[in-house]
């Protein structure tokens, strides 16, 4: 049930009229689209990875969709990494279309990032936007510095000593939601992670855990990938 892989923008990319934060989410050769201000399902969801982006998955024929990432501070564009693979596919948020691929190790420079890891992109509680990439029982930290991103001194890490009563591995994937609306009394600034039939809330000023729930429990109306 857990996607192979989620990102978030701020802006509509595959819905005219809508405003807002979309979550994106991936599974196998679908994609769907969920409206975070009104915490649903978009209508007409999931639709075929070819359809909404096309070219996409045909960048490398039989291998699987391993992650996404979107870094605002890069611009439009979000990253897509595939098992296995040492280039990861640039696809052009405005124009619709791919832009490429460009060398992993020369976006996330770092031993973790050189072989298949789960990327996210967060805000820390002080606003600075960073990568994480989490591999097996590591992860590791990048700044976004002048458009580059930098990995921090003394990472990798173990996840169990910095994620407690969170993570112990790596999990299937992973996305950062700056929710609205939902309370005034306590962080809205979250980090999921996606494993198998589970996702666990992180919330990320305080860094530490909220719950783990089954996603169907806690996704009311989650796509019915095929």
């Given at each position: 049930m857990a996607p192979d892989a989620a990102?978030?923008?701020q802006a509509p990319r595959h819905d005219p009229g809508r405003t807002g934060a979309t979550l994106y989410f991936f599974r196998r050769n679908e994609f769907a689209?969920?409206?975070v201000a009104g915490e649903a399902l978009l209508p007409g969801y999931p639709r075929a990875i070819a359809q909404g982006f096309p070219g996409l998955l045909e960048a490398f024929p039989g291998k699987a969709l391993r992650g996404a990432l979107h870094v605002p501070e890069w611009g439009a564009k979000a990253y897509f990494f595939f098992e296995g693979e040492r280039d990861a596919v640039v696809w052009d948020l405005d124009q619709g279309a791919t832009n490429g691929t460009v060398d992993v190790a020369g976006l996330l420079p770092g031993r973790l990032a050189a072989g298949d890891f789960t990327p996210a992109y967060a805000q820390l509680a002080d606003g600075r936007g960073v990568v994480y990439a989490f591999s097996g029982r590591e992860y590791t930290r990048f700044a976004i510095e002048g458009g580059v991103a930098r990995e921090e001194p003394g990472f990798p890490r173990p996840i169990d000593a910095d994620w407690k009563d969170g993570l112990v591995l790596a999990p299937r994937a992973a996305v950062y939601v700056d929710w609205p609306s939902r309370s005034v009394a306590h962080s809205n600034r979250k980090l999921y992670f996606f494993m198998g039939d589970l996702y666990l809330r992180w919330d990320v000023p305080s860094h530490t855990r909220n719950y783990r729930l089954d996603?169907?429990?806690?996704?009311?109306?989650?796509?019915a990938f095929a």
């Amino acid at each position: 049930m857990a996607p192979d892989a989620a990102f978030c923008v701020q802006a509509p990319r595959h819905d005219p009229g809508r405003t807002g934060a979309t979550l994106y989410f991936f599974r196998r050769n679908e994609f769907a689209c969920w409206d975070v201000a009104g915490e649903a399902l978009l209508p007409g969801y999931p639709r075929a990875i070819a359809q909404g982006f096309p070219g996409l998955l045909e960048a490398f024929p039989g291998k699987a969709l391993r992650g996404a990432l979107h870094v605002p501070e890069w611009g439009a564009k979000a990253y897509f990494f595939f098992e296995g693979e040492r280039d990861a596919v640039v696809w052009d948020l405005d124009q619709g279309a791919t832009n490429g691929t460009v060398d992993v190790a020369g976006l996330l420079p770092g031993r973790l990032a050189a072989g298949d890891f789960t990327p996210a992109y967060a805000q820390l509680a002080d606003g600075r936007g960073v990568v994480y990439a989490f591999s097996g029982r590591e992860y590791t930290r990048f700044a976004i510095e002048g458009g580059v991103a930098r990995e921090e001194p003394g990472f990798p890490r173990p996840i169990d000593a910095d994620w407690k009563d969170g993570l112990v591995l790596a999990p299937r994937a992973a996305v950062y939601v700056d929710w609205p609306s939902r309370s005034v009394a306590h962080s809205n600034r979250k980090l999921y992670f996606f494993m198998g039939d589970l996702y666990l809330r992180w919330d990320v000023p305080s860094h530490t855990r909220n719950y783990r729930l089954d996603i169907a429990s806690g996704w009311k109306g989650w796509p019915a990938f095929a």
